[in-house]
């Protein structure tokens, strides 16, 4: 099932990351953050002058954007206005 | 009777999906989430880039729209902002 | 007394319908939901390219308008863009 | 003490219509709901192709507008936009 | 200390009236309701087809406004949008 | 240490007037309303018209603005919009 | 990791300052009052007129954007319209 955003929005894959403990134990999905960062699956009509493009490394305001599973995989539709930058390696 | 909507608004057919927990039980309607997927069965004046059509499937924002029941059927008029994506199969 | 609405307004007359119990007991107004269907009694100002006429039946937001009797009858002025849809029969 | 509104204002004067129960008893002032229809007493700078004018009778949102006394009698002054419609006898 | 209200706004003295129970007693200031009436002190840079200018008398939305004190009375700046009507003696 | 307000905001100095209670006792500051006096001190890019510069007295907002410390002293950074008025000695 | 802010946001790096107790006891950081001063790491894309550069230090409403760690350190993500001035040493 593939998935093309509407309008300015993109579809994004969060990256939930490894929380170790001070004494190395790593914390259950439950008692961590909600993930800010995420890669860009799919976009819809973003600007022309947008530096975004599928595949990029984001960080993203986590309150925002529609939870989605596809193929039982968590996934957020998120507005462009929400991603806050870009990741550069 | 036959639904046309106004302006930017599309008539749409919610897509209940059957869930069965772990071990294969059919959850009743009530225990399922609001679907968040659905068919276009109608178009009111949407613009003229607009990638939609009847018979699209689509994912919505569940939390929007003004359920209707017509002959006995639930569907749901919604404003074209609160279509998040379109899923091509 | 006839009651013109101003500006981007409609006049309708909701149409109740008749609700029976699956037993067949015809339900009483008050456990009825409010109505959502209504027929167009007399239009303001409306845009050229508007399709609504008077006579015209249409489903409307049900907590929109403001409510007024005339004649002991039962009406809402309602703003135009709270009629979501025109049924065409 | 005449009061010329303001802008696109208007300076109405609320019709309390005489309630009688169905045996005919005429309800006090308190028991009635706000009044809906008033005359039109004054009006300010309203647009061009306005169809109202001193001495019109509407109908108005009876929660909008600000209450005054002039010499001991009600009046509201009202914007343009609270005026749902006109009454034409 | 003379005060220059700016942009689009005015200085205005309320007018408060003695107010005397039906048996002919003056209440105190604070029975009274608050103000609606004032004075035009000064003005800020109005719009020039503005009706107002100072000494003019006016209906003011009474819960609108900053009140402040010049030498020990009681003025309110107050924007030209919370001005309803101009009173004509 | 210098600040530069930026876009349409000012840096101003709140004026904290002594209180004397009737029998001329000074109101300690906690007593004291909030100033709505101040001394502008630094002005960001205002527009072209409007009349104020470094060293007025204005009437302000006291409810608008940052409160921010400068070598122990208490500034405010405020938006042009809550400056109300300005005080010509 | 590098972060690049989209849009007219910046990355700043706040400042907290030590903070002693009139005794000369220097304040643990949870006792301190938010930042609001703070350096700018990186920018998006400011309009040209916008006299903010890399490593200008500044004063920000401190109840605004958005708070990530980067290598351990904090950051904060930021709109433009939240930074109140620029600080001139």
Redesign the interface.
Known sequence: ???????E?L?IKPIVEEKKTAGGIVLPDAAKEKP?KAQIVEV?KLPE?C??KVGDKV?F?KYSG?E?KIDEEDYI?IDL?D???????
Chains 1, 2, 3, 4, 5, 6, 7 share one sequence.
């Open positions: 099932m593939k998935v093309k955003p509407l309008g929005r579809l800010m819809g002058d530096p975004l960080i305001n529609t989605i539709i206005n991603i806050l930058a870009k990741i550069e390696e």
